[in-house]
Structure formats: structure tokens, C-alpha cells
């Protein structure tokens, strides 16, 4: 047997290839990512990032129903996006096998919500397979592969970030051959017309009972007492570490749905029983189902132990337990100490922060001076963080032009959609064709930067389809570019179509195009250029540090910019900024530079 | 039951989830050793942190008040996890540069602060320029290495991982980088 270092990812797509996958799609989101990444290695299989997940889905849905062995990935907020096709696909089952792998991001470190993915196996009828760290995650994918094979039905692999981004030693297997469908014509049983879903739907709770006494085999009950603790996911992991082999321990490797027999089992003999889970009450529900049904009196605590919000951490898990089994608890107390925040970052040389310092000043100057900065979701999410504060909302990816809309129906003011590459391509399309077909006076701004660069600078189908083109092909009349370093010119394009918007009442775009910094530094070899700060020049004005705030321009004496020459790449997106003209470039610029940042 | 717990706190971009990796790929065989990475937004220059822990272990994440080891590959962010060490036995281990976040009118602990309130806390505190010497290895990103070198000097790492396999996973540079950390540290 083969040991491998692999994190929480790799180890479900090693589990994939080990299974027999053939295709495999996905839409890049933390903490996913890394399974396609790590796919795309393989030549042998059929893997694509798609232009969002209900896409993806479709892809691997279409690879299933022909027999083939298929994954489709994508993070919690994701599956929403996929959620149409999901539901559905439960009603048809699959030919082959098909795993859909959704990872959520519980405490938020990534995302807008963390919203519990379980609910959906709950309302799709699908089951969700849960591992608690690399290893089962490697081991449950390859066994997802197989029951989804047995029982021709779509199965969901649902992991959160302790799990998804934790690395250890793994056992892994053999790779598998992919298994490849063939074409497989069933109108009767794909095409969801009403009779047609009708009588699927009576297949659907057949199968759903099937998998119900099926699901048994992936559950161990572990030690013995009086007191049970049920675990699913990454609750296991801290109970294993916190409790002594005087409690019993059901662990659950399928936590949708529960068999009623194993519960009555694990149950029996029990006074008390302790459900350990991140987030929502899955099982906890489920389990008090089946004991008020079966006429089972017994305390069952869950999220009244254990919090509803936020990932697990020993803290939380060591209260519950121990309230549970009636120890004494040491509580620790946190030191107290004032340390200044760090968020995130635009990094030095990002783009978008000149976009924002260009878009600003270019509306006023076009006569836009109170407006709505309708934002979305990418590394330009960050402009809602002082200096630029240009995101008054941001909710889901391509959110930015339905709102728009809807502010400006309802206020008159003229709104500013600001929307990066993947997500224009993502959802913000079907925004698009509305605003032109719906006549809303919107200044849209797309923030291109040539990559998904949030998740790691993972390709954008902006690189093959020129968004230009594609806004003028929906019907967009006034449609520019500009580089955003270019401050002067950048200021010029956005008050010119700000000026049109207010003067024809229609959509107008406008394409920022300069290539993400981290994705230039890739690809570059060889010294690069630095900034310099002429200390006679300077005058200790701030406006490069504190309302450009380049991560690389700190503050020295008298309040003078001094360069981290760590940090700085030479990017020279600073120079314009200065209004006493003390910033410079010192040495030569790479070969290919300029190419690869605006090509 | 034998654990040895590490958090690691530094600024994205700085090389803290490869230390991680560095860290647990020389495990010594007999212990069970798990990492656990923040990744996505906080990449972009925002405060990152690894969890890494070995011997009978499970979990992914340090109980606070049980670190054996905090380090900062930034100073500040080595003291934003300093919840994590244990008041009795733990090792405080600073990278002595502190990166300005990058948000308008910030004011700065300096280093002498950063001492000053760790020392309150706990009493082994170990200081080192590691950019300095990363540089005389021969590249400003070894950083880390540095830091994994002091790791090796300092506590009770060596009875987890094994030297060599860690070092012979490391190219010439990071190599020399270990052996600069090893060496060139003080203890306050």
C-alpha cells in the first residue's frame, strides 16, 4: 500500500481515480478548488473547469446517465446554483455512478454564508456521504463511487473546511481505469415531461428506501456505555480525542438519512444520547424523528450543547462533552491583548485597486456624485474595506446587475455594477441581457483580469471569449476599455460612458483589463523593476498609503512613503497616484512584462 | 498520550501553509500528524494561520492554552495567536519584522511592544531576524525554513520529526536557511 502527504482534497480526487472516474467538472470556489486541480493532472480522464456549477453539474449528470463514472465539485453556495438540475436528478437516478462533491465553509473564512449542504440530501432525497479527515475522505469517495454505482443514484460527498484543507498521511489504493458511458437513449426515464416525473417519482421513494437500508454499512458504532455521542463529519475527530472508551460513539459515515434499525441499535441500553455536528441539526432531526416514532423516550441534546454557528473547535466540542458526561471543565481565558486587525488584502500590483481609484474619480467627473455601488463576488470583493468602500452589496455570484435594477427602480439613482471576468461569465450574463432588454440606465464595470484569481488564479473563459464582444452581441451600444493603470485615460472612458448613461438612460460597459499580479509574477523570470521614493518630493501627503494602500508603501519619518522592497513587484500602479510625482520605477523591466500584463 | 502542538501565524503570501507542509512531511513514522490550512481570501495579504499537530492526535485544530510552539513569521501575527501557547510550557519563536496591514491610519505595536505583552504571558520567548538570514541563504522567501531551523534548536520538535528527511526535502537554499535558523536566534 502506497502513503501519500495529501490534503483533505487530493485525497478525494485520488479516492475519484482510484474509483474508476471518467469525467469530472467543477467551478472553482474555497475550500473545493484543489480536487479538479488536482484532476486536471490526469490525461486519461475527461476534466473541465466549467463557467458555473450548474454547468458543471450538467456535465457530469450527462457523462452518468450515459454509464459513465462521473464528479462534479463546487462549494457550499454553489450547489445553490446547481440546485435546478440536483433536485431533478434524483427523480432519473444515473446509469454509471455520479459523486457531487460540495464543500462548506463553516465560520465563513471565504464566503457570504454557511449555509449546511445537508439540507439538501434532505430535500433531494439524495444521500450524503460525511468524511472527518483526509483519510476517510479518500476512503468514503471511493465507497460514494461504488453505492452510487449499486443504486443508480446521484450521492453527495459533503466536507467542510477542517476537513477539506487538513493534510496528513494517507493509505491510498490503486487507480482505476476510468469507466466511460456510451450512448444510452431512455427519453422514458430522462426527459422529465409530467408523466414521465410522475411515475419517477414513485421510482425516486423506492430507491430512497433502498438507500436508506443500505446506508448502514458506512456507520460503526465504537466503545460502550451509558451515554451515546453521535458524530458525523469533523465532529468525530474531536470526540475521539476527548473521550475515553467508557462512552459509546456512533460515527457516521452517511449522516442523510439515518437506518432506523442501526439508530434503534446504537440507542439500546443508552440513557442520554449527545449529537455532535458542525452547524445545522441534520442528524439531530432525523434521529428525533425516528425515536418519537418508535415510542423511544430520551434526552437527546445537540445544538442546544453544541453551537449552531461557526466550525467546531476543541473549546466547543470540550463544553458540550463535558456538560454531557457531567466533568469538570477548565475554562481557558483568552489573553487580552489589543492587536490591530489584517484583512485581506488587494495584493501589490492588483489591478483592481486602480480600477477603484480610477472608477471614483471618473464618475464624479462625468457627474455622477451619488450613485450605488452594486458589487459581486471575487478578489474585488475587497473594495468594500476602506479606502474604496465601492461595494454597498454583494450577495451571491453575479448579484451586481439583478440589484442594480432593482435599486434603480425603486431610487431613480443611476447604479455602478462592478463585476469581475469568471463572474460576468459565471452568472452575470442573464443580468446583462436583462438590463438591455429592461432599458436600465446601469454603468457596468468589468473588472477583467484574465484568471478566477481568488481561488488561486485558475483560468476564466475570459482568456477565449472577448466580454467586448459578448456585451455588444446583447445589445450594449456604448461599450470601452481602458488600462486601468493608465489613470488618466481610465478617468476620461469612465466619465464619458457615465455621461452617456445619464444622457440615453441605457446600460453602457466598460472593461478594466489588466492581468491579475500574482498570475504576471507566475509566469515572469528575472529581476523586476522597484519603486523609489524621492524623500525631496515627497511630501508625507498619505494619499499612497492611506487611501491607495499598496501593501507595499509604508510609512517612515515625517510621514514620508518608504518602499517594502519585500513586497514591491515594480508594477509602477503608484507612480499616477502621487500628486508631487516623488514615486519612480528603478531598473529594467523583464522581457515579456508588458505583454503578459496586458495581453 | 503524547501530542506536540504547533500554530503558525504570518501574513498570506509569507510561506506559512508550506512550513505546514514542510513540518509534517519529516513526521516520524510511529506518530499520527495532521495540518490544517486556511486558504482562499485570506491569501491575499490577510493574517493566515497553521495548525499542526503530531502524536495521538485527531483533531485539526490546537486547543488554545496547548501550543508547545507559536510561531510568527510576522511578529504581529505571531502575537494574534498567541491564545494558542501554553502559559506553562510553550515556546514563543518571532520573526522580528512587522508588515504594516495595508488599511488606511493604522498604528503599529512595535517589536519591543510585541516582547513586552508576550513575556506577560508566557516565559520562553525566542527572537530572530529571519529575513536577514534567509537572505544570506540566498532567497528572501526561506523565511520559514529559517524559522523551522530555530523550531529544531528550541523544545521538543526533534522527538516528532526526523531532521534528515526534513532537510534532504529541502533544496540547497532552504537547506542553508535550517542551518541559519538553527544557530542564530536569541532566547529572552
Same mark, same amino acid.
Given at each position: 500500500?502506497?502513503?501519500l502527504?495529501?490534503l483533505g482534497?487530493?485525497s478525494i480526487a ?5 474509483? @474508476? ?7 472553482p *470556489? ?6 479538479i ?14 463557467v458555473n456549477?450548474k454547468?458543471?453539474?450538467?456535465t ?12 462534479v465539485?463546487m462549494k ?6 446547481a440546485?435546478?438540475a440536483l ?5 432519473? *437516478? ?7 462533491f ?8 471565504s464566503s ?7 439540507y ?7 444521500p450524503v +456521504? ?5 483519510q ?7 465507497k ?19 476537513v477539506?484543507?487538513?493534510?496528513t ?13 456510451k ?9 422529465l415531461?409530467?408523466s ?11 430507491r430512497w ?11 460503526v458504532?465504537? @466503545?460502550? @456505555?451509558? =451515554? ?8 468525530y475527530?474531536y470526540?475521539?480525542?476527548?473521550v475515553e ?5 456512533l460515527?457516521l459515515?452517511?449522516?442523510? !438519512?439515518?437506518?432506523k ?11 442520554e ?7 445545522e ?7 428525533? &424523528?425516528i425515536? +418519537?416514532d418508535?415510542?423511544?423516550?430520551l434526552k437527546?441534546h445537540?445544538k ?6 461557526g ?5 466547543k466540542?470540550?463544553? $458540550?462533552?463535558? =456538560?454531557f ?9 483568552? !489573553? ?5 486587525d489584517?484583512p485581506?488584502?488587494?495584493? !501589490? ?8 481609484i ?6 464624479v467627473?462625468?457627474?455622477? &456624485? ?7 463576488i471575487g ?5 468594500v474595506?476602506p479606502?474604496f468602500n ?17 435599486v434603480?427602480? $425603486? ?16 452568472n452575470g450574463?442573464?443580468g ?8 436600465l440606465p446601469?454603468?457596468?464595470? #468589468? ?8 481561488t488561486?488564479q ?15 452581441g446583447l ?13 488618466k485615460?481610465?478617468?476620461?472612458v ?8 445619464k444622457?440615453?438612460?441605457?446600460? $453602457?460597459?466598460i472593461?478594466?483589463?489588466r492581468?491579475?499580479?500574482l498570475? #504576471? ?9 522597484i ?7 515627497c511630501?508625507?501627503c498619505?494619499?499612497c ?5 499598496? !501593501?507595499?508603501i509604508?510609512?517612515?519619518?515625517n ?16 507612480i ?10 528603478k531598473?529594467?523591466t523583464?522581457? *515579456? ?7 | ?5 504547533i500554530? %503558525?501565524?504570518g501574513v498570506?503570501?509569507?510561506?506559512? %501553509?508550506?512550513m505546514g507542509?514542510m ?6 513514522p510511529?506518530?499520527?500528524?495532521i ?10 495579504g490577510g493574517g493566515?494561520?497553521v495548525?499542526?499537530r503530531?502524536g495521538d492526535?485527531y ?8 501550543a ?7 511578529? %504581529? ?10 502559559s ?14 495595508a488599511?488606511?491610519?493604522?498604528s ?16 520562553t520567548?525566542?527572537? %530572530?531576524?529571519?529575513?536577514?538570514l534567509?537572505l ?9 525554513s ?9 523544545g521538543k ?5 526526523d531532521?534528515?528527511?526534513l532537510?534532504?526535502s529541502?533544496n ?17
Amino acid at each position: 500500500m502506497e502513503r501519500l502527504l495529501l490534503l483533505g482534497n487530493e485525497s478525494i480526487a485520488r479516492g475519484a481515480l482510484e474509483a @474508476g472516474v471518467a469525467v469530472a467538472a467543477g467551478y472553482p *470556489g474555497t475550500p473545493s478548488t484543489e480536487v479538479i486541480e488536482t484532476l486536471l493532472k490526469e490525461r486519461d480522464r475527461y476534466v473541465e473547469w466549467s463557467v458555473n456549477e450548474k454547468v458543471a453539474f450538467e456535465t457530469a449528470y450527462g457523462a452518468a446517465i450515459s454509464g459513465a463514472y462521473s464528479l462534479v465539485t463546487m462549494k457550499h453556495v454553489g450547489l445553490n446554483v446547481a440546485s435546478d438540475a440536483l433536485i431533478s436528478s434524483s427523480y432519473t *437516478g444515473v446509469e454509471g455512478a455520479m459523486v457531487i462533491f460540495s464543500a462548506g465553509d463553516p465560520s465563513m473564512w471565504s464566503s457570504q454564508n454557511e449555509q449546511d449542504n445537508r439540507y439538501y440530501g434532505l430535500m433531494a432525497l439524495i444521500p450524503v +456521504f460525511e468524511p472527518f479527515d483526509p483519510q476517510s475522505a479518500h476512503d468514503l469517495t471511493v465507497k460514494a463511487f461504488e453505492f452510487s454505482a449499486k443504486v443508480k443514484h446521484p450521492v453527495l460527498l459533503v466536507s467542510n473546511t477542517r476537513v477539506n484543507h487538513s493534510r496528513t498521511w494517507v493509505n491510498v489504493g490503486v487507480k482505476k481505469a476510468p469507466v466511460w458511458g456510451k450512448l444510452n437513449k431512455k427519453p422514458q426515464v430522462y426527459s422529465l415531461v409530467p408523466s414521465v416525473a410522475r411515475a419517477n417519482r414513485e421510482k425516486q421513494l423506492k430507491r430512497w428506501e433502498l438507500i436508506t437500508e443500505e446506508v448502514k454499512e458506512f456507520n460503526v458504532i465504537e @466503545g460502550d @456505555g451509558k =451515554k451515546l455521542i453521535i458524530t458525523a463529519g469533523v465532529g468525530y475527530a474531536y470526540v475521539k480525542e476527548l473521550v475515553e472508551d467508557n462512552v459509546r460513539i456512533l460515527r457516521l459515515g452517511v449522516s442523510v !438519512p439515518l437506518n432506523k434499525e442501526q439508530i434503534l441499535k446504537a440507542v439500546d441500553g443508552v440513557d442520554e444520547v449527545l449529537v455532535v455536528e458542525e452547524l445545522e441539526p441534520i442528524v439531530e432531526t432525523q434521529l428525533k &424523528n425516528i425515536l +418519537f416514532d418508535e415510542d423511544v423516550r430520551l434526552k437527546v441534546h445537540g445544538k442546544d450543547y453544541v453551537p449552531r454557528t461557526g466550525e467546531l473547535t476543541f473549546e466547543k466540542v470540550g463544553r $458540550a462533552v463535558a =456538560k454531557f458526561l457531567g466533568l469538570q471543565l477548565l475554562e481557558f481565558k483568552e !489573553p487580552e491583548i489589543k492587536i490591530p486587525d489584517r484583512p485581506p488584502a488587494l495584493c !501589490p500590483g492588483c489591478p483592481h485597486r486602480s480600477s477603484f481609484i480610477d472608477l471614483k474619480r471618473g464618475i464624479v467627473k462625468g457627474g455622477l &456624485n451619488v450613485t450605488f455601488f452594486s458589487g459581486d463576488i471575487g478578489c474585488y470583493s475587497l473594495g468594500v474595506l476602506p479606502p474604496f468602500n465601492v461595494q454597498d452589496s454583494l450577495i451571491e455570484m453575479g448579484s451586481s446587475l439583478g440589484i442594480a435594477n432593482g435599486v434603480f427602480r $425603486a431610487t431613480n439613482t443611476i447604479p455602478v455594477a462592478v463585476i469581475g471576468d469568471s463572474t460576468f461569465f459565471h452568472n452575470g450574463l442573464s443580468g446583462l441581457a436583462n438590463a438591455v432588454y429592461n432599458n436600465l440606465p446601469v454603468l457596468i464595470v #468589468v473588472l477583467d483580469n484574465r484568471v478566477t484569481a481568488m481561488t488561486g488564479q485558475n483560468p476564466s473563459p475570459s482568456r477565449e471569449i472577448e466580454i467586448e464582444e459578448v456585451a455588444k452581441g446583447l445589445g450594449v451600444e456604448f461599450v470601452k476599455w481602458f488600462d486601468p493603470f493608465d489613470l488618466k485615460k481610465s478617468i476620461d472612458v469612465i466619465s464619458e460612458a457615465t455621461k452617456w448613461v445619464k444622457e440615453k438612460r441605457k446600460p $453602457a460597459v466598460i472593461v478594466a483589463k489588466r492581468a491579475c499580479a500574482l498570475d #504576471v509574477l507566475d509566469k515572469i523570470n528575472g529581476d523586476l523593476p522597484i519603486a523609489v521614493v524621492d524623500e525631496k518630493k515627497c511630501t508625507g501627503c498619505s494619499i499612497c498609503y492611506d487611501f491607495f494602500t499598496c !501593501p507595499a508603501i509604508t510609512v517612515g519619518d515625517n510621514k514620508k512613503a518608504v518602499i517594502d522592497t519585500s513586497l514591491c513587484i515594480g508594477c509602477g500602479a503608484c507612480i499616477p497616484v502621487c500628486p508631487h510625482n516623488a514615486i519612480t520605477l528603478k531598473g529594467e523591466t523583464p522581457k *515579456g512584462w508588458d505583454e503578459l500584463w496586458l495581453s | 498520550m503524547v501530542k506536540l502542538n504547533i500554530v %503558525i501565524g504570518g501574513v498570506g503570501g509569507q510561506g506559512v %501553509i508550506t512550513m505546514g507542509k514542510m513540518l509534517i512531511r519529516a513526521v516520524k513514522p510511529c506518530y499520527r500528524a495532521i495540518s490544517s490550512e486556511t486558504h482562499g481570501l485570506a491569501q491575499r495579504g490577510g493574517g493566515v494561520n497553521v495548525h499542526v499537530r503530531m502524536g495521538d492526535v485527531y483533531a485539526p485544530l490546537v486547543p488554545l492554552g496547548t501550543a508547545d510552539y507559536v510561531v510568527g513569521l510576522e511578529a %504581529i501575527e505571531g502575537l494574534r495567536n498567541i491564545k494558542y501557547a501554553s502559559s506553562t510550557s510553550g515556546i514563543f519563536i518571532m520573526n522580528t519584522k512587522i508588515q504594516r496591514p495595508a488599511i488606511p491610519k493604522v498604528s503599529l505595536p512595535t517589536i519591543d511592544d510585541i516582547i513586552r505583552l508576550v513575556k506577560e504571558y508566557i516565559k520562553t520567548v525566542v527572537v %530572530i531576524d529571519a529575513e536577514d538570514l534567509a537572505l544570506k541563504a540566498g532567497n528572501l522567501k526561506a523565511v520559514n525554513s529559517v524559522l523551522v531551523g530555530t523550531m529544531l534548536s528550541v523544545g521538543k520538535l526533534r522527538d516528532f520529526v526526523d531532521e534528515s528527511v526534513l532537510l534532504n526535502s529541502l533544496n540547497e537554499v532552504n537547506r542553508k536557511a535550517v542551518y541559519l535558523g538553527m544557530d542564530n536566534y536569541s532566547v529572552l
